[in-house]
């Protein structure tokens, strides 16, 4: 299984699988207006020779993608480096101010991309100990003393803090928590050689995939989809039901997409699979829908798990002994 080279909350590498036999291998095109860690377009059938177009609202994962299909080596060479709490906060805080306009340049050329912002990412996220990495919304910034030198404050009651740095400030905090120590989080801080060659097979298993940055919607237009057959299109909004685990509205989210789902599950060139909790996205179900379980751990019909998977009518169908197989 190819792994993307950051933690994240979420994943699907374990549903690749399930998601693929229903979507199938011989789709026109592939959609995933929210890609993530794109565990799932990674980990793809070889047999599939399609369009690929995916989005991240966030800029830093667009262009961790855009850096990767670019240039994998010199993203592996912005990630190797130690641990160092120093380190973390100075490039979290940089990462956080300079989000805004990477965003920007991201949805301007569909050819840009920033390696060192894509590496310092990556390495932050493996680092970082639980949420709010890049997130914005913490307290301490970055303010210069009475020689100019920069060090980071803590802001007053959440009014920021005064002469902050232009390239550092902009009135937007972050969290402060020290870094991953133990084993199981040492950071990316393998040999450079070993790093570069899994960012190349990351490179490869990209493909051409067209990566955007922006809002879901700027890449969901049915006809668009389906000009080279049927579309395979995977949702996988913040769930409803996890509230503050992400940073937008997760609850807007995923009612947006589901009212999109509404409108659009009954055309037959669209195999939409549409991911959620027990209970979330029933309704559904009486269009025609079928739901299936997965499993984090790997099974899927009869886990104990909240995770399911709604895939809309046009989806092929699998026999009951199939299935049986991924139990």
């Not at 059938?45 to 177009?53: D, I, L, S």
């Not at 850096?67 to 956080?96: I, T, Y």
């Not at 912002?117 to 639980?130: C, F, K, L, P, T």
Request: hydrophobic share 40%; with cysteine; charged share 25%.
């Amino acid at each position: 299984m190819v792994k993307a080279p950051f933690p994240y909350f979420g994943g699907k590498s374990k549903a690749a699988e399930l998601i693929w036999s229903h979507l199938g291998a011989d789709a026109g095109n592939w959609i995933e207006p929210f890609f993530g860690s794109g565990a799932v377009w990674l980990n793809r059938p070889k047999e599939f020779t399609g369009w690929a177009t995916v989005n991240d609202l966030s800029g830093d994962i667009a262009n961790v993608w855009r850096s990767m299909q670019a240039d994998p080596e010199k993203v592996a060479e912005a990630v190797f480096w130690p641990v160092n709490e120093c380190d973390l906060h100075a490039r979290h805080l940089w990462l956080v101010n300079n989000a805004k306009t990477l965003s920007g340049r991201l949805m301007a050329d569909p050819d840009y991309y920033d390696a060192k912002a894509a590496g310092w990412w990556i390495w932050g996220a493996s680092s970082w100990i639980g949420g709010g990495w890049c997130a914005g919304d913490g307290p301490w910034h970055a303010e210069e003393d009475e020689d100019g030198i920069p060090a980071l404050t803590l802001g007053d009651g959440g009014r920021g803090v005064k002469r902050q740095l232009p390239h550092l400030g902009g009135g937007t905090g972050v969290n402060r928590k020290l870094p991953h120590l133990g084993d199981g989080g040492r950071g990316v801080n393998r040999k450079l050689e070993w790093l570069q060659e899994w960012f190349r097979e990351l490179q490869e298993r990209m493909g051409e995939a067209r990566v955007c940055c922006g809002d879901w919607e700027r890449i969901m237009s049915p006809g668009t989809m389906t000009r080279n057959g049927p579309a395979a299109v995977l949702l996988d909004p913040p769930y409803s039901l996890t509230g503050a685990v992400y940073a937008q509205d997760s609850s807007s989210v995923s009612g947006d997409v589901r009212a999109w789902c509404r409108a659009n599950g009954g055309d037959p060139m669209l195999r939409i699979a549409f991911c959620g909790h027990d209970g979330e996205h029933n309704e559904l179900e009486l269009m025609g829908w079928t739901v299936e379980t997965w499993d984090k751990g790997g099974g899927y019909q009869g886990a104990d798990d909240r995770e399911r998977i709604w895939f809309s009518p046009g989806c092929l169908k699998l026999e009951r002994d199939q299935m049986d197989l991924f139990a």
